[in-house]
C-alpha cells in the first residue's frame, strides 16, 4: 500500500493555485462584488471584503476596477445580480466534493455542474450530504519564499493552528476568527503572501494513487474551468509519484 506524501499534496495545491490565477480577476470581481451586496462597501466593518481586496491588490487589479466591482454590489452602479450557490457530492473514486459558485443564471450554472460530475461518474448530491465532513479554516500560502523561519515565528506568536514548510514553501492554518489578523500581521511585517484565503478543509482524507488521481484532476479541472464557479474543495489526498 503506498504511503501518503505530504510533498505530493502540496505540489498539487501548488499547480491548483497556479492554474486557478488565469481565473483571478474574474471570480474576484464576483466576490468583491456580493461581499459589498452582502456586508456593504466599507472594508474596515466588512471582513470578507476586506479579504477580496486584500486578494484583488495582491493580485495587482486595479484601484478602478475593484471601485466599479464595490459600487456594483452596494447598488450605487448598474450591474449583473449574482446570486451565491453551493453543490455537493462525490467523485466514482468516494471523494467529498463542495462546489461554490457565484452565478448570474441558476439553471445554467446547475446544469453545467451535474454535466461534469455525470462526465466522470461522480454524484451530486443533496446539500448537506458531505459539507459536514468539512470546516472552514484560513489558509496563508508563500512560495519560494527564504523567510520561512520569520513567517513561521510570527504565525505561531499570533495563534496559528497549524503550518506547513517544505522546500521553501510555507503554509499556514489558522482558526477563522484569526485568519484577518495573522494576514495583516505578516503583511504588515513586509511578508506578502502568494495566496490566502478561507477554505473548506476535511479531517477525513481519502487517498488516491496515481492511476486514480489523474482522472480525479481531470474531473476536478472540468468544475474549475466552468465560469460560474468559485472555488472547489475535496478531500482527496495524493500518493507519492503523483505528476
Avoid at 454524484?123 to 459536514?132: I, K
Avoid at 504565525?155 to 499556514?172: F, M, R, T
Avoid at 504588515?188 to 482524507?205: G, Q
Wanted: glycine share 6%.
Amino acid at each position: 500500500m503506498a504511503g501518503h506524501s505530504k510533498w505530493a499534496n502540496i505540489q498539487h495545491r501548488k499547480k491548483r493555485q497556479d492554474n486557478k490565477r488565469g481565473k483571478l480577476f474574474t471570480k474576484l470581481i464576483k466576490e468583491i462584488t456580493v461581499a459589498a451586496r452582502e456586508g456593504g462597501g466599507d472594508a474596515d466593518s466588512n471582513p470578507r471584503l476586506r479579504l477580496a481586496l486584500d486578494k484583488a491588490f495582491s493580485g495587482n487589479m486595479n484601484k478602478e476596477t475593484v471601485e466599479k466591482a464595490i459600487n456594483r454590489g452596494t447598488g450605487n452602479l448598474e450591474g449583473v445580480n449574482y446570486e451565491e450557490l453551493t453543490y455537493e457530492g462525490y467523485s466514482s473514486s468516494g471523494v467529498a466534493i463542495i462546489v461554490e459558485c457565484v452565478t448570474d443564471n441558476k439553471n445554467r450554472t446547475v446544469a453545467e455542474v451535474r454535466h461534469a460530475f455525470s462526465k466522470f461518474s461522480g454524484n451530486l448530491g443533496s446539500s448537506g450530504s458531505v459539507s459536514y465532513l468539512f470546516k472552514k479554516i484560513g489558509v496563508i500560502s508563500y512560495q519560494e519564499t527564504n523567510s520561512a523561519e520569520q513567517i513561521m515565528d510570527l504565525a505561531i506568536e499570533n495563534n496559528a493552528e497549524d503550518i506547513i514548510n517544505e522546500e521553501n514553501y510555507v503554509e499556514i492554518h489558522t482558526d477563522k476568527a484569526d485568519y484577518l489578523n495573522i494576514a495583516k500581521v505578516l503583511k504588515d511585517n513586509n511578508f506578502i503572501f502568494d495566496n490566502a484565503e478561507l477554505e473548506m478543509h476535511a479531517d477525513v482524507k481519502i487517498e488516491l494513487d496515481s492511476e486514480a488521481a489523474e482522472s480525479f484532476t481531470k474531473f476536478i479541472d472540468s468544475l474549475e474551468e466552468l465560469d460560474d464557479v468559485q472555488n472547489v474543495y475535496t478531500n482527496a489526498e495524493y500518493t507519492e509519484g503523483l505528476n
